[in-house]
């Protein structure tokens, strides 16, 4: 049984490479169609949205699995060294190489549809790969102060970023409210990259979703994150994740965190 935790972290491993796996089959490409005016054949990009959609499932698993690797280490009291450096190089490979390749394919996928598709330059799509680079500097980060923040994190957690990208060709897939289509516009993919970049390294404490205590006084935003989220699902489908991520930002910014010693200190 001690070996649980570290098994779920391996799991959690191995789903973000099987979503990196079919994130990379899904690429743009041409396809006939005889459809127009004089029956003309006409040219369209058809995207690779299947593979994309598996991509998100298999991000989203390894979220469960880093979710209940802690709690079963807690439970079985099981801490070790390795156990969190482990934790660290999964949570780097499913939560930000996996959700840097879904916004890299985004990107392609958006500056295919511009005139210039031919002569676009690989330089476009690269921005992409920060995302993995700001997920591996606030994993390190965290792993030398985390004794520190034991009701918080100071900076948005890396789970947290691939969870919201993650949910980006889920929404391309059922199109609620036709947002598909600012995810295919390079401009709203930029902001979101330099946005989350920031957020992961910014100094905002972020909530933890399970409270260091159970009462109304400290539990309240957590309370109102679930009740949020789970009134909008019926109304806004898989949009309801990014919706929970705007709360979930506003929440931990609102809400001030208890002032001791240790959280005094600054990363």
């Not at 990208?165 to 401009?187: D, M």
């Amino acid at each position: 049984m001690k070996h649980l935790p570290n098994l779920l972290t391996l799991a959690n491993l191995f789903c973000g490479c099987i979503a990196i796996a079919y994130i990379l089959t899904a690429q743009p490409y041409t396809s006939m169609s005889l459809e127009g005016g004089g029956g003309l054949p006409s040219w369209k990009w058809v995207y690779g949205a299947e593979q994309m959609y598996y991509g998100s499932i298999f991000i989203f698993i390894a979220a469960v699995c880093d979710m209940l690797d802690g709690f079963v280490a807690r439970a079985l009291n099981v801490f070790s060294p390795i156990g969190k450096d482990l934790d660290s190089l999964a949570d780097v490979v499913s939560f930000g190489v996996a959700p840097s390749i879904i916004i890299f394919k985004l990107l392609w996928d958006a500056l295919m549809g511009e005139k210039n598709a031919f002569d676009v330059s690989m330089i476009g799509m690269v921005p992409a790969f920060l995302i993995a680079c700001f997920a591996a500097l606030r994993l390190a980060k965290f792993n030398i102060t985390s004794t520190e923040q034991k009701g918080y994190f100071i900076g948005m957690p890396v789970p947290a970023t691939g969870v919201l990208i993650g949910s980006f060709p889920l929404i391309l897939w059922y199109n609620p409210y036709h947002l598909a289509a600012y995810f295919q516009n390079k401009w709203v993919l930029y902001f979101v990259i330099a946005l989350v970049c920031w957020l992961m390294v910014s100094k905002i404490r972020f909530l933890k979703m399970i409270p260091s205590r159970f009462t109304l006084a400290t539990a309240w935003p957590q309370l109102v994150l679930v009740i949020c989220g789970a009134v909008a699902i019926p109304f806004l489908g898989v949009a309801a994740i990014p919706f929970a991520f705007i709360i979930y930002l506003l929440l931990s910014i609102i809400y001030k965190q208890p002032q001791t010693a240790a959280n005094d200190q600054q990363l």
